[in-house]
């Protein structure tokens, strides 16, 4: 009989931490905390566009405030919010429904390269006018 | 004994919807990137909103799309909350709020939706003015 180490129950914060990680791990602890965010950004998402109703000077007015540096970088790191939940939520589906269990682990290191690809992509669709803007 | 213990009270409904939303998401958020930063107008000016909701599909398509999310969002922070031992009242309680909260905000999102107005100008013109 292979010895388990019991798990302490008192320090069970302590314990989740040595855990050892593989990437199924980390997985699951950043679809956790990406799905609340985004669960977050989409509440604040139809508050922000109510406005809407109000017409067009309101609702300009109320966007001016979104399309800053500041916020135009913070969407840009939503996209890799959206971008991690979308991947490994494929990753999630492929493991359940087609046999992914065997290979889960490659899965998970594609879904990184293709989720930074994309996320530099997003970064220059996002920021092409400046970047056209500066280089003229 | 099991005997009446189906699958269909075990959760696995929401088990699956949860897989099969998301993918109906993966797909609608595609699309929604490509249109909100098409041009840096495209999703922060009225007159780009206004243009599209024109088309009663890009509105029915959003409603959707708030509706999907919604579930998908609350079912899913519903599914941590099932990973702790919840006492009756806890959980009754949080299911409470996640419904109230969820239903309040879908439906401001779809009366934002329709309260956006159809005008009588072609699309066509809004797009170039």
Redesign the interface.
Known sequence: MAEFKKFDQKNWVKTNLNYRKDSGSWAWILH?IT??A??AY??MH??S??P??Q??EA??EF?SH??TPFFMAMEWFL?AF?LFH?LN??R??LV??ADGARYHKALYRYSIVIGVVMFFA?GY??FS?EIHKLFK | MYKHQNSRSSGSFSWVFQ?VT??I??VV?IGH?ILM?Y??ESG????A??ARMQSNWYRVLDLTF?VL??YH??N??WG?FRDYKLKQWQAITIMSLLII?GLA?TL??I???L??PYVQTSTSELLVK
């Open positions: 956790r799905g609340l985004l669960m989409l509440f139809i508050y566009l109510s809407l109703s017409g067009r609702f300009n966007m979104y399309t996209f959206v979308s939520g494929v999630i589906v359940d429904w997003m669709v996002m006018h | 897989r998301g993918l998401l993966v958020m990137y930063h041009t840096p922060h000016s009225y007159d909103v206004l708030i999310a919604m969002g609350l899913g922070v941590i909260v905000f401001w999102g009366k934002t939706i309260d956006i």
